[in-house]
């Protein structure tokens, strides 16, 4: 598979960039897709959630009323549940929302997420970016020769550069990640995913 190279600028070099068919061209295993999102925005949650059960509820543990012949329900301490103040019934308790997935569903899925953007055209093979100084305005320029200014889009780099990084930090909707870094989340929350020439050989050594 060949892809035509774009500069800068958003025009043809008139260089075509190879692709292996086995990494951009598959078939997409939605469901190897969706375990890894799924696991992706598990392990963002903080699961730092607590409520206090009757035994971390401060207050007497006195019985507030003798056992029969009120006509009412019997009742314990004041810290029981059925009362205000009273702690939750199996209330939430700090978790972790992780869990464990393959290592060859994840490269699935990658691969899965990467050949749907080829699919469907979003996915745009450029020659490596670089930036003198980090600017924002040089990224918006940048985004803007693609008309990509108001859409979500993920550069991927070979390498960590500072420039392009924080040049893109301030900008809603632009990310930029190493090729070493791509997850298949970033790859199809972008409605865009420009990719530098020097990122192709990576990311196939990664996910074959």
Do not use: W
Not at 93 to 100: E, L, V
Not at 118 to 141: A, C, D, G, H, R
Not at 158 to 174: I, K, M, Q, T
């Amino acid at each position: 598979m060949e892809l035509a190279v774009y500069d800068i600028n958003g025009k043809e070099t008139g260089k075509k960039a190879k692709l292996s068919d086995q990494v951009f061209g598959i078939e997409p295993n939605e469901h190897a897709f969706y375990l890894d999102v799924k696991q992706y925005l598990a392990n963002q949650r903080q699961g730092t959630h607590k409520a206090k059960e009757r035994a971390e509820i401060t207050g007497s543990t006195r019985k507030i009323k003798r056992q029969k012949g009120t006509g009412t329900a019997r009742a314990g301490s004041i810290k029981s549940p059925i009362f205000r103040g009273g702690g939750r019934v199996f209330g939430p308790q700090p978790r972790d929302y992780g869990f464990k997935l393959n290592k060859k569903v994840k490269k699935l899925a990658r691969k899965s997420a990467l050949s749907a953007k080829v699919k469907s055209e979003s996915l745009m093979i450029l020659e490596n970016v670089n930036f003198s100084e980090p600017k924002t305005k040089n990224y918006s320029e940048f985004l803007n020769h693609f008309g990509l200014v108001d859409q979500k889009s993920l550069l991927v780099i070979p390498e960590e550069n500072n420039n392009v990084y924080l040049s893109a930090r301030n900008l809603v909707g632009a990310k930029v990640v190493k090729a070493s870094d791509i997850n298949t989340y970033d790859i199809a929350n972008a409605q865009k995913v420009l990719l530098c020439e020097g990122s192709i050989g990576i990311i196939e050594q990664l996910l074959s």
